[in-house]
């Protein structure tokens, strides 16, 4: 049996990690990041050149099962994914991490797209934490506010005109959040909502400062896909698949 493993998530090398060895595994990373960390299995790097070219793929490679385990917000890729499947008559599962919740004393304020976020920034402060990665930072190129952009990678999109820009990678802790917003000074979070623990510390640190975060709504998974909410889950959906006991 062969599975292929879209996403390069902490979820999904945990469940590359829980399969090898057991069913043929790859996972392919879109390559947007420099130096991603691999997981177990075969790896394969870049994207596929749209539904015909996943499709191609598959078929070129005998494989039996997708689990689409990208990013919460990689919506195209999602989409993708959903169609080729559907097309080749592979069987789909999405792997997506809780979102986070909201708890007492927290001051969330909902949005649906980072546009919606920096127009909601208004009145909210001067010093802005913008965690939302590089790829969305035009949204916020007009805005007037000063921004502490963490990101992985450097982004090569432009950004806003106030910016300092500070690269890391979580998984992050609660005392490292509250002393950069400290340092900072930060006056509002920007968030999207991914889910996890590697990020959510941050939400702590502002819940504790009484800052205000803006949480970006993540996107539907395509409908008619089935959904799992841990490795765990997924590894077991494979399981049940034909030819899953049988290792190659």
């Known amino acids: 049996m062969h599975v292929l493993i879209l996403g390069g998530t902490t979820e999904a090398r945990a469940l590359a990690g829980l399969l090898h060895g057991k069913v043929r595994v790859t996972s392919s990373l879109a390559g947007r990041v420099a130096s991603p960390r691999l997981p177990a299995g075969e790896v394969r790097i870049g994207g596929f050149g749209g539904v015909d070219g996943l499709v191609e793929w ?23 994914a959903a169609r080729a499947a559907a097309t080749a008559h592979v069987p789909l599962l ?24 920096a127009r909601t ?10 965690t939302t990665g590089r790829m969305g930072l035009a949204a916020f190129a007009a805005c007037p506010q000063w921004f502490l952009v ?20 979580g998984p992050f802790t609660l005392d490292g959040e509250r002393e950069l917003m400290r340092h900072h000074r930060i006056d509002v979070v920007v968030t999207k909502d991914s889910g996890g623990a590697a990020t959510a ?8 400062a009484g800052l205000p975060v803006v949480v970006v709504g993540r996107p539907p998974v395509p409908e008619g896909v089935r959904t799992a909410a841990s490795p765990e889950e997924a ?6 698949r034909p030819g899953a006991s049988r290792a190659r």
């Not at 510390?201 to 504790?208: F, G, I, M, V």
């Not at 590894?235 to 049940?240: H, I, S």
């Open 201 to 208: 510390p941050k939400l702590t640190a502002a819940r504790e």
């Open 235 to 240: 590894a077991a959906w494979v399981a049940t």
């Open 150 to 169: 963490r990101s992985v990678d450097a982004p090569d999109t432009p950004g806003p005109a106030r910016t300092e820009l500070l690269l890391d990678r």
């Open 58 to 80: 598959m078929a070129g490679h005998a494989v039996d099962a997708v689990i689409d385990a990208t990013h919460p917000f990689a919506e195209r890729i999602s989409f993708n």
């Open 94 to 117: 999405a792997l997506r991490r809780p979102g986070w919740v909201p708890v007492d004393g927290d001051d969330w304020r909902p949005v649906a797209s980072l546009e919606e976020a």
């Open 121 to 130: 920034l208004d009145g909210l402060g001067d010093r802005v934490f913008l």
